[in-house]
């Protein structure tokens, strides 16, 4: 799978302001040869169709971003060319159930045993919640993979598509319970949105405690990544952001949607593993809480 990004275009501005506040714009201009026009190639469409996880960035009716989990069986996310067709839905309750067809969305499949992982963006084309076609179809405008830094290996527990539904409960704030979820995960999913180009879906991992909770908000470090800062340009030109935090041991889901903001810092004045001199602060203003058996590691 080649770590390619694919699409319209290079960097848009808020990732180019991004780069040049934090002094890489040259060493992210060296990734634009990568960045060839095209879809989901036969390789990584083979990959893709290996997966039982993914998790898609999209807006609700109420144009509200969320971060939703995907789930199935082997060959559930069908990728080549153009296209990617997802043989999944979310069920009711799910904070994108009935997402509104016509959007940019952003998807990120990824492998926790081999650490590798996705990003596919496009436009949500077609949505079948329940007939014989039931699932999502994407036309792809960009497809790229990551490196595997921060991921935390695991192995899911079964076959995706053998699990029970999931079941969603919406919350009016984080419970002390949930803030603790939080505060332990070594592993959340962050969604973004670019005015014209869309949204995005991300992974984030690092130790245990590496996202805060600090009264209202949570807030992370930035660690070193590619230099391209795809969801911290996002976040310059538009605030809004959605998370999605799984507890592993449990199958517990924390949807969370609302703004984010990057606050740049000194390196090294910060907490100990803030040695990029950034990092994220985001506010909820709205919390849906799940039940997702499929997301139980072994």
């Not at 808020?14 to 060839?36: K, P």
């Not at 290996?50 to 960035?57: D, P, Q």
């Not at 507890?247 to 000194?266: I, K």
């Amino acid at each position: 799978m080649s770590s390619v990004r694919k699409g319209p275009g290079v960097f848009h501005e808020g990732e180019l302001a991004v780069q040049e506040r934090a002094g890489v714009r040259q060493a992210a201009a060296r990734l634009t040869g990568m960045l060839a026009p095209g879809g989901i190639g036969r390789g990584a469409g083979g990959w893709l169709a290996e997966r039982t996880l993914a998790v898609l960035s999209a807006r609700d009716r109420a144009g509200r971003l969320w971060a939703s989990a995907l789930t199935g069986p082997p060959g559930f996310l069908d990728g080549a060319g153009p296209r990617l067709r997802v043989h999944a839905f979310l069920t009711p309750g799910d904070p994108l159930h009935d997402l509104p067809v016509g959007q940019r969305v952003g998807l990120i499949a990824i492998d926790f045993a081999t650490r590798r992982r996705m990003r596919v963006n496009g436009t949500l084309s077609f949505v079948d919640p329940a007939g014989p076609a039931s699932g999502l179809t994407v036309e792809v405008a960009e497809a790229f993979g990551n490196c595997p830094q921060y991921i935390q290996p695991r192995r899911l527990a079964g076959p995706a598509g053998s699990a029970a539904a999931p079941v969603f409960a919406p919350l009016p704030a984080l419970t002390a319970a949930d803030a603790a979820l939080v505060a332990g995960a070594d592993t959340f999913f962050l969604g973004t949105a670019h005015p014209q180009r869309g949204a995005d879906a991300s992974h984030r991992g690092g130790p245990r405690g590496f996202l805060r909770v600090e009264g209202g908000d949570l807030w992370w470090p930035d660690y070193p990544g590619n230099n391209m800062f795809n969801s911290l340009g996002n976040l310059a030109a538009d605030p809004s952001a959605a998370l999605l935090v799984p507890d592993f041991r449990t199958g517990r889901t924390l949807h969370l949607s609302g703004s984010a903001t990057v606050e740049w810092t000194a390196p090294g004045t910060g907490a100990a593993d803030e040695i990029t001199g950034r990092r994220v602060r985001f506010r909820p203003t709205a919390v849906v809480a799940g039940d997702h058996p499929a997301l139980v590691a072994a």
